[in-house]
């Protein structure tokens, strides 16, 4: 393998790694939605 290829692996896989952990990082440190995931939350709502 050629020197520049092995360069720009090495760069591709580093960038993409660090894409990935930053939206990672960025969902888990999203607050809770306020309003109710399930319908079990709204059965006292009227319809």
């Known amino acids: 393998m050629k020197t520049s290829a092995l360069v720009l692996m090495i760069v591709v896989q580093a ?5 990935t952990f930053l939206f990672f990082r960025k969902v888990l440190k999203s607050p809770p939605k306020p309003e109710p995931d399930s319908y079990e939350d709204n059965d006292e709502d009227n319809r």
């Open 15 to 19: 960038s993409v790694t660090l894409i």
